[in-house]
């Protein structure tokens, strides 16, 4: 596997492996790698020639008071667990390629991006929008994945291509668990012991609500209450949302319908957790 922290070479590199008749696949991370991300790169390798996965921590999408200083890196390990999952290039740019000075613009996508984790990180959305299409513009992959654990960032992305026209296909994969149902993330290495046990409170939730859609309610009130109720049981949790909505216009729904999302946003001792899963009659 090859490490490329160039701009240029990676562009170059992408170019030449797309004459010479390769498809090219592009895994966006921040590392700190677990079987999520790895999940992507392998759904990359089975589709593509060529799969080319970044590890870039994008100060942009942080904000003032969250957890840019101290956001876990293992690069070694990454590398590791890359090169065995099958990736033929590790993209690794810098802050100051990608963010030079006299950088200006932003692209921000409207609408979907005001609710749910864009109402209580304003400023997210817009650093993720303005890397991804960095990123792509500079990797021009033919397809890119992205991970449904972070479904509304999976819908932008998707909005984005569309209205820019952009010249990829967006693929997704479904979230990985952990044996008792977390939902892996990279945060979830800051979970002190006491934490990592309340953390389940989050995927108990979605459990009791789906389990209550399939024995029909369909009331989106009375699942948020249900949810409620079991992720206040746990002392450490402290919640930022919990939403029942439409799954690609992210508005609140009054009943199920056909389809709908839930979605949830859950401090745990401080570290901000976030899981979802789709409910309802055309349920994938
Ligand atoms: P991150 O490094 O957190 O920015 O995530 C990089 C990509 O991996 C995103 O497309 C995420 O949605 C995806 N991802 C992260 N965690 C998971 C997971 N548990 N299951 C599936 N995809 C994931």
């Keep these: 596997m090859r490490t490329i922290r160039n701009l240029h070479e990676m562009r170059a590199y992408s170019r030449q492996a797309r004459r010479a ?14 079987e999520g991300h790895l999940s ?26 969250e957890d840019l200083a101290v956001y876990p890196v293992d690069l070694e390990n990454d590398r590791d667990l890359l090169k065995r999952a099958g990736a033929d290039v590790l993209f690794l740019p810098t802050a100051a390629d990608i963010y030079p000075p006299g950088f200006k613009t932003h692209v921000t996508v409207s609408d979907v991006t005001a609710r ?16 991804v299409l960095k990123l ?58 006491a934490d990592r046990v309340s953390a389940l409170c989050l995927s108990r939730a979605l459990s009791a609500a789906s389990q209550r859609v399939r024995a029909g309610e369909v009331t989106a009130e ?23 909505c439409d799954p ?5 729904k009054e ?23 789709i409910v309802g009659g055309k349920k994938k």
């Design 21 to 34: 008749g390769s498809t090219l696949g592009f895994v966006p991370t921040m590392g700190a790698l677990h």
């Design 40 to 65: 992507l790169v392998r759904q990359s390798v089975a589709r593509c020639n060529v799969t080319v996965a970044s590890i870039f921590i994008n100060p942009a999408q942080f904000g003032e008071n």
């Design 116 to 131: 749910l984790c864009g109402k209580s990180r304003p400023m997210f959305f817009r650093g993720v929008i303005t890397v």
């Design 136 to 193: 792509l513009n500079i990797v021009e992959p033919d397809t890119a994945f992205f991970g449904e654990k972070d479904r509304q960032q999976l819908e932008v992305v998707k909005t984005m291509v569309r209205d820019l026209n952009l010249d990829v296909a967006i693929a997704s994969g479904p979230i990985v668990r952990e044996a008792d149902g977390l939902a892996m993330s990279s945060r979830n290495r800051y979970l002190s012991e």
């Design 222 to 244: 009375n699942l948020r209450r249900e949810m409620l109720g079991i992720i206040q049981k746990e002392g450490r949790a402290e919640v930022d949302y919990i939403s029942v």
């Design 248 to 252: 690609r216009s992210f508005e609140e």
């Design 255 to 277: 009943t199920i319908g056909d389809e709908a999302l839930i979605a949830l946003a859950v401090k745990i001792g401080g570290t901000r957790l976030i899981d979802n899963c």
